[in-house]
């Protein structure tokens, strides 16, 4: 029986190794994109799995070798991905950012989950958090309708609900006016990209709303993929200060986030301070950080939290950002092949929006 269970505990440590470091691949084949994902809990898997089969007398001493130097390697592999996401990691931003009220601009940010009823949890969050900017992802008619609530709070207010990808609507509430705005839909995805430029009272704020679709049952990551890095090109081109935030359905670890990361110049707040998950907020294991708020320098951080769950799938996050340039902020330089590797992810995106119009 020992024997027995040692082998299962051995077979289930090779899966998850395999599982591990198949994303070192460059494709954006979609089971091989979502295993970007749980990385935490495909290290505390190989740990366990190991233990197990090491405490039951392992399978045999050449295969729990190899089985091993392969475990090293794909701990070593989650170390390397993980390790900006944990506390002693260095930070990008000190968080110590201060400025007095109309140098402030506060962004907050919640999946409401479609299905989800509990609306007068989503208002009171509104209504206490009182940020500058709302961003509401995953809405609908029925959420349409709740959200008018706000309309009061807010003097100015753009939507957006695709007629066919109805998981993706979007909402977006502000007290300052925007300068322009427009609801894109790049390459010809079905999801919208909110394009704005908010005018401050402090300065003008180019604003980025994105949820685009995650890998998902042979939907490959690449109109994600074009959207994130398409919007991080335009925000490193941007001479204002510039937001990105949402739910951008990619672990900020993941490659292409990486990616977006370094050439969009931008700064990620979970950055030595941990991975602060926001998803699932229904389950005790499966979690990991989906949504984001990233920006350029010209902001700078007072606070950013995840904050208490409000019926969703997904915890809302906030930010608190002064308009100001901070000394201390870090940079992750982009690395030579990031401008040929995003190109050629969006010519990829443009060729499948060239076939879906001829078709």
Known sequence: MRQAIAVIAGILLA?????????????????IRYLDFPRMQFAAGIVLAWVIMAALGGIGHGAARWLTV????????????LWPYQPMAAKMDPGTATCAPEDRISVLVANVQRSNRQADEVIALAR???????LVLETNGWWDEALQALDADYAHHIQ??????????????SRHPFASSEMRYPFGADTPLFDGVLDHPAGQIRVFGLHPRPPHYFQPSTLRDATMLQAAIEARDETRPTLLAGDFNAAPWERTARRTLRLGELIDPRAGRGPMVSFDANSWWMKWPLDQILWTRGLAMADFAVLPGIGSDHYPLRADLCLAQAPGQRLVPAREDDPAEAEATLEKARAMRDDAFDG
């Open 70 to 81: 392969l475990a090293i390697a794909a701990l070593a592999y989650h170390g390397w991905r």
């Open 160 to 173: 957006d609900i695709p007629s066919d990808a109805t998981y993706y609507g979007m909402h977006v509430f």
């Open 15 to 31: 899966l998850l190794c395999i599982a591990s470091l198949l994303p070192l691949v460059e494709t954006d084949t979609w089971w």
């Open 128 to 134: 206490a958090q009182d940020p500058d900017l709302f």
